[in-house]
């Protein structure tokens, strides 16, 4: 056989069929983790040795994203040079940086996050990579059609990959409307891909997740009605201000201000995310998103605490791996810190209570895309009894925690009504503390 050819027999059955397919408009829905990046890195690459000086630009939701798409094509690129080897066809080398691939024949790959301002006047083949999750799809859409459609430019290709994302959005669209736009179809559930030979335990997967919302969208490919999302991406940006603050500077911290924050911990994939706000008159401001990755616990604990010391006031998720953490904290911050577990009866509470703040215009959140999709990844379902539950779609950064720190800051806040400033609290814990014969120690 071929080394060309057995490569690409390496792939699955159904990355197979999406390489083969060489329509000028294609779209793939999948599933997550079956190898989608894989196979349309496989493609570009093959076409740009195939097809002297083509050119194949790949749009991702994000830089990181752009680099992890860029590093599987070179990857690939390996892959057919050592075939070619094998073979005795012998290539000059790629030439690779993190962002770019050149070829010997004057083809080249380039992978950027998807910006409108940054594709306008692009004239190459596109791949829209999980594009239910950029920040501007329907720009995006707007600013490479022409290219892509202007016959005078040739049969330039275009390929739009995603996991779905809720229908609000322009990948839903094409999806919806791909027989009328001339689309070739391919869509593949985690149950398509096992049975193609994926070597994935569905079932420990599944009680993994244990959110059927988000299985049903993120592995069954069904697309969550976005109807049900607790904020609309309108009210979200109608409280973003260029005044609210992703990162806190240590002289504010050091001010005796209103603060209140909101922390959530991080459990097996998802984040620690503290969030801060300070009030000011009646509008709640945010001051830090503190965002915990990959960070040892007893480090963490130690950083949480220099702002939970700082605030009036705070409320911290207790729930699973939380419990621990929670704990010791509470027995350094009794009377300004409120341990909660978040079940259904209390996002019941908060998340509804956090609309209203949004609604109301009574809280400032920072310019961000990323805490943007976190906030809008909540939705609210109607159960068959009537019951009002909560759920969050996973996204590509994340599962809700940033919109769950800022609803617990929210209930902070609200929690802690009356009691104005920091000294304030500081007395009730001398007061008590002396009461209880102990001698703590405040900053």
Same mark, same amino acid.
Request: hydrophobic fraction near 40%.
């Given at each position: 056989?071929?080394?060309?050819?057995?490569?690409?027999?390496?792939?699955?059955?159904?990355?197979?069929?999406? @390489?083969?397919?060489?329509?000028?408009?294609?779209?793939?829905?999948?599933?997550?983790?079956?190898?989608?990046?894989? *196979?349309? *890195?496989?493609?570009?690459?093959?076409?740009?040795?195939?097809?002297?000086?083509?050119?194949?630009?790949?749009?991702?939701?994000?830089?990181? +994203?752009?680099?992890?798409?860029? $590093?599987?094509?070179?990857?690939?690129?390996?892959?057919?040079?050592?075939?070619?080897?094998?073979?005795?066809?012998?290539?000059?080398?790629? @030439?690779?940086?993190? *962002?770019?691939?050149?070829?010997?024949?004057?083809?080249?790959?380039?992978?950027?996050?998807?910006?409108?301002?940054?594709?306008?006047?692009? !004239?190459?083949?596109?791949?829209?990579?999980?594009?239910?999750?950029?920040?501007?799809?329907?720009?995006?859409?707007? *600013?490479?059609?022409?290219?892509?459609?202007?016959?005078?430019?040739?049969?330039?290709?275009?390929?739009?990959?995603?996991?779905?994302?809720?229908?609000?959005?322009?990948?839903?669209?094409?999806?919806?409307?791909?027989?009328?736009?001339?689309?070739?179809? /391919?869509?593949?559930?985690?149950?398509?891909?096992?049975?193609?030979?994926?070597?994935?335990?569905?079932?420990?997967?599944?009680?993994?997740?244990?959110?059927?919302?988000?299985?049903? +969208?993120?592995?069954?490919?069904?697309? #969550?009605?976005?109807?049900? @999302?607790?904020?609309?991406?309108?009210?979200?940006?109608?409280?973003?201000?260029?005044?609210?603050?992703?990162?806190? !500077? !240590? !002289?504010?911290?050091?001010?005796?201000? +209103?603060?209140?924050?909101?922390?959530?911990?991080?459990?097996?994939?998802?984040?620690?995310?503290?969030?801060?706000?300070?009030?000011?008159?009646?509008?709640?401001?945010?001051?830090? #998103?503190?965002?915990?990755?990959?960070?040892?616990?007893?480090?963490?604990?130690?950083?949480?605490?220099?702002?939970?010391?700082?605030?009036?006031?705070?409320?911290?998720?207790?729930?699973?791996?939380?419990?621990?953490?929670?704990?010791?904290?509470?027995?350094?911050?009794?009377?300004?810190?409120?341990?909660?577990?978040?079940?259904?009866?209390?996002?019941?509470?908060?998340?509804?209570?956090?609309?209203?703040?949004? +609604?109301?215009?009574?809280?400032?959140?920072?310019?961000?895309?990323?805490?943007?999709?976190?906030? /809008?990844?909540?939705?609210?379902?109607?159960?068959?009894?009537?019951?009002?539950?909560?759920?969050?779609?996973?996204?590509?950064?994340?599962?809700?925690?940033?919109?769950?720190?800022?609803? $617990?800051?929210?209930?902070?806040?609200?929690?802690?009504?009356?009691?104005?400033?920091?000294?304030? @609290?500081?007395?009730?814990?001398?007061?008590?503390?002396?009461?209880?014969?102990?001698?703590?120690?405040?900053?």
């Amino acid at each position: 056989m071929d080394p060309l050819e057995k490569l690409f027999t390496l792939l699955f059955p159904y990355q197979q069929k999406w @390489v083969a397919d060489t329509s000028r408009f294609k779209i793939w829905l999948k599933s997550r983790q079956v190898g989608g990046s894989l *196979a349309s *890195a496989f493609e570009a690459v093959a076409d740009c040795y195939d097809r002297p000086s083509t050119d194949w630009v790949v749009l991702s939701a994000g830089q990181r +994203q752009a680099e992890e798409w860029m $590093l599987k094509a070179h990857r690939v690129g390996q892959a057919f040079h050592s075939a070619f080897d094998t073979a005795g066809r012998k290539r000059g080398p790629t @030439v690779n940086k993190s *962002a770019e691939m050149r070829f010997d024949n004057g083809s080249r790959i380039l992978a950027l996050p998807a910006r409108p301002e940054t594709v306008r006047g692009y !004239s190459a083949n596109l791949i829209l990579d999980e594009f239910a999750f950029h920040e501007h799809p329907d720009k995006i859409y707007t *600013a490479i059609y022409p290219a892509i459609s202007n016959p005078l430019k040739g049969s330039l290709r275009l390929r739009v990959i995603s996991t779905p994302a809720g229908r609000n959005n322009k990948f839903f669209e094409i999806w919806d409307k791909a027989e009328s736009m001339k689309f070739s179809v /391919h869509k593949t559930s985690i149950y398509d891909a096992v049975t193609d030979g994926l070597g994935m335990d569905i079932f420990n997967l599944k009680r993994g997740l244990d959110d059927p919302d988000s299985w049903a +969208q993120e592995y069954e490919c069904e697309f #969550v009605d976005a109807a049900n @999302v607790l904020l609309p991406y309108e009210l979200i940006d109608s409280c973003v201000n260029r005044e609210a603050q992703k990162d806190i !500077s !240590s !002289s504010i911290l050091e001010e005796k201000r +209103q603060f209140f924050c909101g922390i959530d911990i991080g459990r097996h994939r998802d984040l620690t995310v503290c969030w801060t706000v300070e009030r000011v008159g009646d509008v709640l401001w945010t001051r830090e #998103v503190l965002v915990l990755e990959k960070t040892p616990y007893h480090l963490q604990e130690e950083i949480l605490s220099t702002r939970i010391e700082k605030c009036v006031y705070a409320a911290i998720d207790e729930t699973g791996i939380g419990n621990a953490m929670s704990e010791s904290l509470a027995r350094r911050f009794e009377f300004k810190l409120e341990r909660c577990t978040f079940s259904q009866s209390l996002k019941a509470k908060m998340f509804p209570a956090l609309r209203r703040a949004f +609604q109301e215009q009574r809280v400032r959140i920072p310019v961000d895309s990323v805490i943007r999709e976190d906030l /809008h990844s909540v939705n609210e379902i109607t159960t068959p009894n009537g019951n009002k539950v909560f759920r969050a779609v996973r996204k590509v950064d994340g599962h809700a925690d940033r919109c769950v720190a800022l609803a $617990l800051a929210n209930y902070a806040a609200a929690q802690s009504k009356g009691r104005g400033a920091v000294e304030e @609290v500081d007395n009730i814990i001398m007061a008590r503390a002396k009461l209880a014969g102990l001698r703590p120690t405040l900053n």
